[in-house]
């Protein structure tokens, strides 16, 4: 369910860890970029509360929460060296990435929280509801969190 919603929407996964996995949206139109973030998100929490309702009674309900950050991230190959070896890997970095994360790790209850940046490119074909202003862990400044509500369109902008 989580990779037809990323592939459709044009996003990337670029990396699992745990239960959690970090998409990339990488359109060069960033309310575009952002638009298909929302589209995956929801389509994603809708999937899994359809799938969670239909084995409600093999499994305790399944709860996905969803953190959103738009902005510019350092993408491509690092090296990880140690006395036990190295080891490259392809992944995101910057400031964002550590953004993005800690607002997922503010959601609940299968929500999808975002940074202002992202409801700010988002607003005009989406609700938003404004959670208030959070300080958040390794980030020097604090950030107006949204919460993205699932009432998203089905037809993207420029359909």
Same mark, same amino acid.
């Given at each position: ?5 990323? #592939? ?12 959690? &996995? !970090?998409? &990339? ?27 969670? #309702?239909?084995?409600?009674? =093999?499994?305790?309900? &399944? @709860?996905? #929460? !969803? ?27 910057? @400031? ?9 790790? =503010? ?18 074909? @989406? ?10 862990? @390794? ?21």
């Amino acid at each position: 369910v989580f990779m037809d919603a990323i #592939h459709t929407n044009n996003g990337d996964v670029n990396e699992t860890a745990g239960d959690g &996995l !970090m998409v &990339l949206f990488l359109n060069e139109d960033k309310r575009q970029n952002a638009l298909d973030a929302a589209r995956t998100a929801l389509s994603i929490q809708k999937e899994t509360s359809r799938i969670g #309702h239909e084995m409600l009674s =093999l499994y305790r309900p &399944l @709860n996905i #929460h !969803m953190g959103i950050h738009s902005g510019r991230a350092l993408v491509g190959a690092a090296k990880f060296s140690s006395i036990t070896g190295s080891r490259w890997t392809y992944t995101a970095r910057g @400031n964002i990435v550590n953004v993005a994360s800690r607002i997922g790790s =503010l959601a609940t209850g299968s929500s999808i929280l975002m940074s202002n940046v992202t409801a700010d490119r988002v607003s005009r074909h @989406n609700s938003v509801k404004p959670m208030g202003t959070f300080k958040l862990k @390794n980030v020097t400044d604090e950030i107006e969190i949204f919460k993205l509500l699932p009432d998203f369109r089905t037809r993207s902008p420029r359909s």
